[in-house]
């Protein structure tokens, strides 16, 4: 598991490199199959889980990128976001589509309805590239330019060009994927002056993509699944049911809410996804997200507040609470504010590096406890169970206290990396490995069930603190 390390060109933009991203890729499978005691003859599938968002375009002919993977986190695209949530022309298509909900009480036309723009959205950063990058507009005017998200990129590389493709999880993280009518979105491509001539086919999550070619590992070796890592995640921890709810807690924090066939349209902080399509099987999720959670606790770690996960969890519990500490997060890019701030409030001279280490844990859960509640407003479906995943999840002061403020029970698996994971059972699955979703749930291997120990309210007078900090540092 290696991390490929981000490029700032420039305050605010934040890329990868397509070459190093391909190579360590190409590294951690060699190295995995090695580590494993394995020959690439034995495997017999494999499925690849990605982060979203994160795109790149390339010529069609001749494959040569028109400028680095530009990240989920970039900035580039922040004037043009300010300037359409201002304009007019955004008024009008509110009120258009309000009264289109309205008359026909369609979910569809209410998303639009109160559309506003992000830097975290992948149709404003395609935007600029086509405003800003000379090659990559004059190329689409040609129908020779290619877009992908890091999926289709690598997909388009292991097959040396001979498929360029996306999968349906992958294209409606985008947010130029309509995913009610399981279309790129026309319309939105038009307003943004967004060929549509550069979107990938669309296939199966679970599907024969073709083979890696042999060149590359000796073998070739046939790709069965692509899925994007929030609902790879999601059917790791087999959340197979309307109403089961994964609950990530990565680099940043996902709240993943299986809705079965039902698609809720945008709402206050939440968005439609397509889970995943096998077949005739189209499973929708509702998701909530937190952009800054394990990012902090390593910052904290790497300025040496802690060294372990066992000693943040022991400087935590050793105080009654952070003595009106509070940790706001904002390291990196905020869906609602990109200007917001990271920032600690309520500082003392008895403040100690246990109050600040467990104002940090606190922030996490109450966060979690925020988009809890969110979830819970929108979502009218009756929760099963929730299943906690990633680095963060090891932290049981986390995991405890969030079981407290949403006052239900939280499942940690014993495998936390739960990506992986759901890919690995997504090509088992598309290669005849296993035969069904029953096999898959006998896998599981829980290893922490954390239950409601105290009363949520007793939390009420820190989070008011907290909510507090957090009005304070908006707009800093």
Known sequence: HEQVESLYPRPGWVELDPEVLWSQFVGVIKEAVQAAG????????????????????????????????????????????????????????HVIFTVLHFFTGNDRYLAPSFLTFSTQHTSMKLSWVFKNIHEAEEAARK??????????????????????ATDYSNASATGVFEPFTKCWNPTLSNLLSIPMSIYPPVKDTSFNFGSADSEIFGVPIPIMAVVADQQSAMFGECCFHPGDVKLTMGTGGFWNVNTGERLFASWNGLYPLIGWKIGEEVVYLTEGCMSDIGTAIKWAQDINLFTNVDEAEKMARSIVDSQGVCFVPGFQVSMNDPCLSASFMGLKPSTTRNHLV????????????????????????????????????????????????????????????????GAAFLAGLASGFWTDKEQLKKLRRIEAVFEPQKDSAEYKPAMDTWLQAMKCSLHW
């Not at 690849?48 to 580039?76: C, E, V, Y």
């Not at 129908?143 to 360029?164: E, H, I, P, S």
Request: a positive charge.
């Open 38 to 93: 394995l020959h690439m003859r034995q495997i017999a599938a494999l499925g690849i889980s990605t982060q979203r968002a994160t795109f790149i375009t390339w010529h069609k002919r001749t494959g040569k990128p028109f400028h680095n993977f530009i990240s989920w986190q970039d900035l580039r695209s922040a004037e043009l976001v300010n300037s359409w949530n201002k304009s007019l022309l955004l008024k009008v298509i």
């Open 143 to 164: 129908n020779n330019c290619c877009f992908g998200t890091v999926d289709t990129w690598l997909l388009y590389r292991l097959t040396k060009g001979a498929v360029y």
């Open 358 to 421: 467990r104002a940090i844990l606190e922030s996490v859960a109450f966060r979690n406890k925020q988009l809890y509640d969110i979830i819970v407003k929108k979502v009218r479906i009756p929760f099963q169970t929730i299943r906690a995943d990633g680095g963060v999840s090891n932290n049981s002061f986390v995991m405890q206290m969030t079981s407290d403020l949403i006052n239900k029970k939280i499942e940690k698996p014993a495998n936390t990396d739960m990506s992986s994971l």
